[in-house]
């Protein structure tokens, strides 16, 4: 086909066009695809007519031939385009001259790759040239040989020519040769073109699967995309709810904030669900949440001296009370009477008699007057509604007994062995009546300029838990007092006189770490919740610490827990501070130290106190809610799993739900 002679066909002109290298390019395309028919096999020095006639021929009958002359361009590797020709054509034809036979190279290349190749080699065989030739070297005998052995049972086409004996002939094919190599190839055309057929078939299908594979992929590869910006949307949408939900109801925002979190599959929404986390932690320390069924501010809240039941009133003159086991609904209301300063010493719990006690005042005729009721009954009557259960509950206490001179009952409060009651109010006023009987209350004097006595209204009063003799009040003016009520009028220890009004006084607990002199803390309009060491005999008293202050004032009430080693006092921005205090009786112990705060109401404080076993803390805001907090720290974590997993233990151990939401 080439061999040494094929720069020959070469052109010395100008370099090919770049539109010429296009076409080569396709051309070389199209020959890989469809392939050839025929590729011609020869020696250039034998002549080129008689190969360009056999192409010639039988590109006219159809076939599609290769010839170097007319499809090798420029620069092509022939060594390795040869070898590619070879295995992309059907037939590999051999013009069998005696250059070809003893001179060529090439043509020794391209038998042997025909046959590795299951190609099918015919042989032109010019003048008895396959059998008659000789070689003049021993090169020329040793291609010759090899062509003979490869050869020796192939086809073979003659043709004879007049050309003298030692002249290579270099004409046109014979119509004979033309029409063999036709046969020849007749099946073999219709074959090859159907493998080819297939082939390109199979690789249209292939390459529509790669496709359809490659659309599929895209596709589910989108959807994902879309799955993840729905579930990234979720996400974020669940810790904005966890968010404005955190105050108001902190069991449904930390598991909103958990769900953000868990779902979210994009940075941005793990970012906003890291901040629900984070919010919902710091509310972490709340047990439940208690909605006033009005929606009206609240303005107290107490756990009874049991720790059964919780009391909150509201400035609707309207009370309810909780079951602390289930906090789920209150079990019942009482309308019209409330309180503006209620404490456990609200509630008479001594076996079956479980009382609460709470006011009305008479706008139109200025008078006051309790009611006592009985929280066993309203139980029972938890199937009916609320209104007739509390009426059911009711028991009034005669008029003419409780009701004050003129002026509204601020507090009424029982003895710790439920045997005295003492009411308080103004204008300066406070009795105290035995239960039994309600006969000839013991009154306490007031506005004496000779005497120690208030000379405003009375806001808060409480009975010592280890002495019942001993009252603790704090007034309007300024004044705390604690009085003998077997000596109503010389036994009065006054507490040193504040500039501002006093709201709320009570004893430190029985059993207390104060055992040798009652300690009395106040809580006052100035900000701050003052610890007095109280002498009743010599009717003298020591300030021990009015370090206890908050920043924003006024402090509405403050309260021991159970030992009296804890204090709690509110504050107007919504914040509860809990310290920790040494001994009052001893001059030399520290003064007190903040142990934490509890932070979440959306309003101000109006009142707080510790449950029996001091575990927990009850706050009452003007938010309209109540909160049950656990009296400790929240733990110091700061990774978000973390603070997910502490999360998840709250929620476990936390009271059911009764979240200002619902």
């Known amino acids: 086909m080439v061999g040494a002679g094929f720069s020959e066909?070469?052109?010395?002109?100008?370099?090919?066009?770049?539109?010429?290298?296009?076409?080569?390019?396709?051309?070389?395309?199209?020959?890989?695809?469809?392939?050839?028919?025929?590729?011609?096999?020869?020696?250039?020095?034998?002549?080129?007519?008689?190969?360009?006639?056999?192409?010639?021929?039988?590109?006219?009958?159809?076939f599609r031939v290769f010839f170097d002359v007319n499809d090798y361009a420029a620069g092509d590797d022939l060594s390795q385009g040869t070898r590619r020709r070879v295995r992309m054509s059907s037939c590999l034809v051999v013009v069998g001259r005696r250059g070809a036979l003893t001179c060529s190279d090439w043509v020794l290349k391209e038998v042997r790759a025909c046959i590795e190749s299951e190609r099918t080699p015919i042989v032109l065989d010019i003048d008895e040239a396959f059998l008659k030739a000789r070689g003049k070297s021993e090169d020329e005998e040793r291609r010759l040989l090899a062509l003979r052995d490869l050869l020796r049972d192939r086809i073979r086409l003659e043709q004879r020519t007049l050309a003298e004996r030692d002249v290579v002939f270099d004409g046109d094919p014979s119509e004979e040769v033309i029409q063999?190599?036709?046969?020849?190839?007749?099946?073999?055309?219709?074959e090859s073109r159907r493998k080819r057929f297939f082939f390109c078939t199979a690789v249209i299908f292939a390459a529509l699967a790669c496709l359809a594979v490659g659309f599929a992929y895209y596709a589910r590869k989108e959807q994902k995309l879309a799955e993840e910006r729905e579930r990234a949307t979720q996400a974020q949408r669940l810790a904005a709810e966890a968010l404005s939900r955190a105050l108001l109801a902190p069991r449904s925002s930390a598991e909103e904030a958990i769900a953000a979190w868990d779902s979210a599959p994009t940075k941005g929404a793990k970012e906003e669900a890291e901040r629900a986390i984070n919010r919902a932690f710091e509310q972490s320390n709340v047990e439940v949440v208690l909605r006033d069924p009005d929606g009206a501010?609240?303005?107290?809240?107490?756990?009874?001296?049991?720790?059964?039941?919780?009391?909150?009133?509201?400035?609707?003159?309207?009370?309810?009370?909780?079951?602390?086991?289930?906090?789920s609904r209150p079990i019942g209301s009482i309308a019209n009477y409330s309180l503006l300063h209620i404490s456990s010493d609200s509630f008479s719990i001594h076996g079956d008699r479980k009382q609460v006690a709470l006011s009305r005042y008479d706008k139109d005729r200025h008078t006051a007057s309790a009611k006592f009721v009985n929280i066993l009954q309203m139980e029972q009557s938890l199937q009916t509604p609320a209104e007739a259960c509390s009426e059911a509950a009711a028991v009034n206490v005669p008029?003419?007994?409780?009701?004050?001179?003129?002026?509204?009952?601020?507090?009424?409060?029982?003895?710790?062995?439920?045997?005295?009651?003492?009411?308080a109010g103004g204008p300066y006023r406070a009795k105290v009546w035995d239960v039994n009987n309600f006969k000839d209350p013991k009154k306490f004097p007031y506005s004496e300029p000779s005497k120690k006595h208030h000379a405003d209204s009375i806001n808060s009063a409480r009975f010592s838990p280890t002495n019942e003799d001993l009252v603790a009040t704090a007034s309007q003016d300024g004044h705390a007092k604690v009085w003998n009520i077997s000596d109503l009028d010389h036994g009065v220890t006054d507490l040193r006189k504040k500039t501002t009004a006093l709201f709320s006084a009570e004893f430190s607990p029985a059993n207390g770490i104060a055992k040798e002199k009652p300690v009395v803390l106040t809580a006052g309009?100035?900000?701050?919740?003052?610890?007095?060491?109280?002498?009743?005999?010599?009717?003298?008293?020591?300030?021990?610490?009015?370090?206890?202050?908050?920043?924003?004032?006024?402090?509405?009430?403050?309260?021991?827990?159970?030992?009296?080693s804890k204090v709690v006092a509110t504050s107007i921005d919504g914040t509860a501070w809990v310290w920790d205090i040494g001994d009052p009786n001893n001059p030399a112990a520290k003064e007190p130290t903040l142990s934490f705060t509890l932070t979440g109401h959306g309003g101000a404080l109006t009142g707080a106190g510790f449950s029996p076993d001091g575990s927990r803390v009850v706050t009452a805001s003007m938010d309209g809610t109540a909160r049950i907090w656990y009296a400790e720290k929240v733990p110091a974590v700061q990774s978000t799993e973390a603070k997910k997993k502490h999360l998840i233990e709250w929620l476990k151990r936390s009271a059911p739900r009764w979240d200002a939401t619902h």
């Open 297 to 327: 501010p609240l303005t107290g809240a107490a756990f009874s001296s049991n720790g059964e039941f919780v009391l909150t009133t509201n400035n609707w003159c309207k009370a309810w009370v909780w079951k602390a086991a289930n906090f």
């Open 180 to 190: 063999g190599l036709q046969r020849s190839f007749k099946g073999r055309r219709q």
């Open 525 to 564: 309009q100035d900000g701050t919740a003052t610890l007095w060491d109280v002498d009743t005999k010599k009717q003298e008293a020591r300030l021990v610490s009015e370090k206890m202050r908050v920043p924003f004032g006024p402090v509405s009430q403050a309260a021991f827990n159970h030992d009296g």
């Open 399 to 423: 008029p003419d007994l409780l009701a004050s001179d003129r002026g509204e009952l601020m507090t009424v409060s029982f003895s710790r062995s439920g045997k005295y009651l003492v009411t």
């Open 9 to 62: 066909c070469e052109s010395g002109g100008q370099p090919p066009s770049f539109h010429s290298r296009i076409d080569g390019w396709t051309q070389r395309l199209s020959d890989w695809l469809f392939g050839y028919d025929y590729l011609i096999s020869y020696k250039h020095d034998d002549g080129l007519l008689y190969p360009a006639g056999l192409h010639r021929r039988l590109s006219q009958l159809g």
